[in-house]
C-alpha cells in the first residue's frame, strides 16, 4: 500500500508563491506517473498538473506558466511550485501517484490533501 504525505499549503496573497511537496512511501513498486489535483467545494476534482515517468510535465491551461511540477525519484517525491498565485487557485490540493507492479496493472492512491487559500 501506498501512503502520500502532503506538505507546504497555507494562507497567501494574490501574487504570492507556495511549493508543495509529496512524498510517496510504503509497497511503491514502480511509480509511473505523479501529479497535483485540486477542488472546491460544489465542483469536481481539477487536475492541476501530471508528470509521467520518461514524459514531459502536462498543465491545466488555468495554471499554465505559473505552476511548475517538478519530481525527485529518489525520494519518490513530487513537488508543485505555485507562483503568481490568484485567488481562484485557492482549493484543497492533493497529490496523486499512480504506481504498481507493471504498467498493466497500474493504481492510483491519493493524499490527505491540503488546503491552499489566496486572499487579501
Known amino acids: 500500500q501506498v501512503q502520500l504525505v502532503e506538505s507546504g499549503g497555507g494562507l497567501v496573497q494574490p501574487g504570492g508563491s507556495l511549493r508543495l511537496s509529496c512524498a510517496a512511501s510504503?509497497?511503491?513498486?514502480?511509480?509511473?506517473?505523479m501529479g497535483w489535483y485540486r477542488q472546491t467545494p460544489g465542483k469536481q476534482r481539477e487536475r492541476v498538473a501530471t508528470?509521467?515517468?520518461?514524459?514531459?510535465?502536462n498543465y491545466a491551461e488555468s495554471v499554465k506558466g505559473r505552476f511548475t511540477i517538478s519530481r525527485d525519484n529518489a525520494k519518490n517525491t513530487v513537488f508543485l511550485q505555485m507562483n503568481s498565485l490568484k485567488p481562484e487557485d485557492t482549493a484543497v490540493y492533493y497529490c496523486?501517484?499512480?504506481?504498481?507492479?507493471?504498467?498493466?496493472?497500474?493504481?492510483?492512491?491519493w493524499g490527505q490533501g491540503t488546503q491552499v487559500t489566496v486572499s487579501s
Open positions: 508528470l509521467i515517468s520518461g514524459g514531459s510535465p
Open positions: 510504503g509497497s511503491i513498486f514502480t511509480i509511473y506517473a
Open positions: 496523486n501517484s499512480r504506481s504498481g507492479p507493471t504498467r498493466w496493472a497500474l493504481t492510483d492512491y
